[in-house]
């Protein structure tokens, strides 16, 4: 037995020496020999099935877009190429409205965000407060748009959390008073929804950067000699840390950049109705009874794709003139720029940010359990669990529906993420930046630009699997996500112990399945539980998808907080951040159990 093992150790060229040095090559030498093996073929050409899932989707929709909107579209007996489809749309009444408000909230929303994420890093960067703030931003992160959307409605409202509680000290309120809040012409209530929404998104990016060992140890230790010349805390950050992190963010703030000025859930929950942002309207044109305005609404959709492109490109543009206005200050010496105002500006901001947020979740919570509430008073006169019981009557389809498609949608995201991080290492070659730039292809491109194209496609393909199509949809989304998250952790992985299990005769799957995946069991929960958050929180996707058919948690919630009584939108509200909140309290409880009775088992 041992001869066979020696044999099997020469086979795979694999020496104590490379062992040692953990070399990633040493993937390359150990798969050589099983080149045929089934295992290995798939794992290696996981990366092309990647690509084909992201890009053919993308650009199959964006082509079906752009046919129809040059009014060739066989179905309506309409086969002569034409614009009136841009020719309605040119007509169409407050368009220019539309466009300014989709580009105003986008951009001053990223804006806003990206500022007050640097803001709160350079203030507390290499302090106690930034774990803690990152702490109570954290399951801010897990709400969906359209739970978030719903709560800052509720504060803001004329009648909402904020007017109840300032009304002590302000005379003859006791009628609520007349406001412009939320659905507001100008925009603003769309901008502090998607403020609060990605702020801590950007901020925890940041701090995932950051926590990566070569990087966040290069950067505290110029951060630390920053200081030790003599610069305050918010110039040396700016000055040493800002230029090597803000690489990282760009992809990431371009993502934010895209969703705010295409966002469908924000603007149609706190957005003006007279006229509502573009891409409102072209949902609408396109779930209209008359067919003919899919025209008028693809034309739409390549005027979306325009100004999101545009926004990209000013964004990158702004980068460029940034840097040659300031490029000479990270060399002039000046050590301060005001660093004590600046702590106390954002130390207040920080405050009054988390304030606001948690004051929403509060009043959310309060509405679902509220008996009859009279304005201004600031409780309930009773809390009853009536709305609760009425809604879970209620909601069995919509929450199977959620539920089973973020499983299926998660579950081959997750399959496909490993396998193809498994065919870096198997091969000793990183993905390219090409394949990195198409993982956030479907998060670059605004999603109501190409899902119109995507629905036509999958009509003709299949109209009935309405079940099958909303979970491809998702899968679009959640992928990025997973890959994401999963990518940091299995390329950190100590290559020493699959190297010692290949030299001893194991094949791949065996080294896979034995030797990585419990190494990697709790990313792999983690990126679960992200990936049915992105899932859950899905509503553009399974509306047009699923062609009205496929009712889930957030399609209720988004329809129900347009009409429906405050307290049950409260109800869907807190439904929908429940879920994935319960998938991320699991992924952090199921390792400690886990490997605690097997700890208990050995003993």
């Not at 060739?72 to 408000?101: E, H, N, R, Y």
Request: hydrophobic share 55%; charged share 10%.
């Amino acid at each position: 037995m041992n001869k066979d093992l020696n044999d099997k150790a020469a086979q795979s060229s694999v020496n104590i020496n490379d062992i040692n040095k953990g070399s990633v090559n040493n993937c390359t030498a150990i798969a050589t020999p099983y080149k045929k093996d089934l295992f290995t073929r798939i794992a290696i050409s996981s990366p092309k099935l990647l690509l084909l899932i992201l890009v053919l989707p993308v650009l199959g929709g964006l082509i079906s877009v752009l046919l129809p909107a040059f009014s060739w579209v066989p179905a309506l007996d309409q086969t002569t190429i034409s614009l009136q489809g841009f020719k309605d749309l040119w007509m169409t009444p407050g368009l220019t409205q539309m466009v300014a408000l989709s580009l105003a909230t986008g951009l001053i929303s990223t804006l806003l965000a990206f500022v007050m994420t640097l803001m709160i890093l350079a203030a507390f960067f290499n302090s106690v407060w930034l774990t803690r703030i990152e702490h109570l931003l954290s399951p801010i992160l897990v709400i969906p748009h359209a739970a978030a959307a719903i709560a800052v409605g509720f504060l803001i409202a004329p009648s909402g959390m904020f007017s109840r509680l300032i009304s002590p000290w302000l005379s003859g309120w006791e009628m609520s008073p007349e406001g412009i809040f939320p659905h507001d012409p100008y925009g603003i209530s769309i901008i502090l929804g998607l403020t609060l929404k990605e702020l801590p998104f950007l901020l925890l990016i940041a701090l995932g950067a950051l926590a990566q060992p070569e990087l966040g140890k290069k950067l505290r230790q110029q951060y630390k000699v920053a200081l030790n010349l003599g610069y305050y805390p918010i110039a040396a950050f700016f000055k040493s840390v800002f230029p090597l992190l803000y690489p990282l963010l760009r992809l990431p703030i371009l993502a934010v950049l895209a969703y705010a000025s295409a966002s469908v859930e924000m603007p149609l929950i706190l957005g003006p109705n007279t006229p509502p942002t573009l891409a409102v309207t072209i949902m609408q044109w396109f779930n209209d009874v008359d067919l003919n305005l899919r025209i008028k609404a693809s034309a739409g959709a390549l005027l979306q794709l325009a100004l999101t492109g545009g926004l990209i490109a000013l964004w990158l543009g702004g980068e460029q003139i940034v840097k040659i206005l300031f490029c000479s200050s990270l060399t002039n010496g000046k050590r301060n720029y005001g660093d004590a105002v600046c702590q106390r500006i954002t130390a207040t901001m920080t405050t009054v940010v988390i304030g606001f947020m948690f004051m929403s979740l509060i009043g959310l919570a309060m509405w679902s359990v509220a008996g009859f509430w009279r304005f201004p008073d600031a409780l309930p006169e009773q809390f009853v669990l009536l709305h609760f019981q009425s809604a879970f009557m209620q909601m069995g389809t919509p929450l199977f529906n959620t539920i089973a498609i973020g499983l299926v949608s998660t579950l081959f995201a997750i399959v496909l993420t490993l396998l193809c991080l498994e065919a870096e290492q198997l091969s000793a070659k990183r993905l390219s930046n090409f394949t990195s730039l198409i993982i956030y292809l479907p998060l670059l491109v605004p999603s109501i630009a190409f899902l119109f194209g995507l629905v036509w496609l999958q009509q003709l393909v299949n109209n009935q699997a309405a079940f099958f199509n909303v979970a491809f949809t998702h899968l679009l989304f959640v992928l990025p996500y997973v890959f994401l998250s999963l990518a940091s952790s299995y390329r950190r992985l100590d290559p020493r112990f699959a190297n010692v299990a290949a030299s001893l005769g194991s094949t791949p799957i065996k080294v896979f399945f034995q030797v990585k995946l419990p190494q990697l069991f709790t990313p792999i929960l983690i990126a679960v539980a992200l990936g049915l958050a992105i899932s859950f929180g899905q509503y553009l996707p399974t509306l047009l998808a699923g062609g009205g058919r496929i009712a889930t948690i957030t399609t209720e919630a988004v329809t129900l907080a347009n009409g429906a009584s405050r307290r049950t939108s409260a109800v869907y509200a807190i439904i929908q951040m429940a879920l994935p909140l319960i998938g991320f309290i699991l992924a952090s409880l199921l390792p400690k159990y886990i490997f605690r009775s097997g700890k208990n088992n050995t003993h």
